[in-house]
């Protein structure tokens, strides 16, 4: 882990050092993960994922909060505008 630890804060001692086998399998079990991932979202995870109702419902509010947000920012400016105009 000392030799992992070192990308964060570098140790002049480790400059020559081995990784340990703990450290080896670390990396190996990290880089099988990302693999993994790498195969599954290649494969169709985001078509899965926007078919899943709670995704649905998500980017539904998403939507619906970018709607209302726009009407607000309209709305304010609108309000200002006449404000500005009355000198208030």
Known sequence: MQYIN????PNSNLQNAELSSADK???QK???TINSW?????HGVSVTMSENQNMK??????TNYIERASL???T??????K??????
């Not at 070192?6 to 804060?9: G, I, R, Y």
């Not at 419902?57 to 998403?62: E, H, L, R």
């Open 72 to 74: 607000l920012i309209s």
């Open 57 to 62: 419902y998500i980017k539904q509010q998403n």
């Open 76 to 81: 304010t400016t609108n309000l200002r505008n």
């Open 30 to 32: 990290a880089t099988t």
């Open 83 to 88: 404000f500005n105009f009355y000198n208030l």
């Open 25 to 27: 399998l670390i990396i």
């Open 6 to 9: 070192n990308f964060v804060t």
């Open 38 to 42: 790498n195969s599954i979202v290649a």
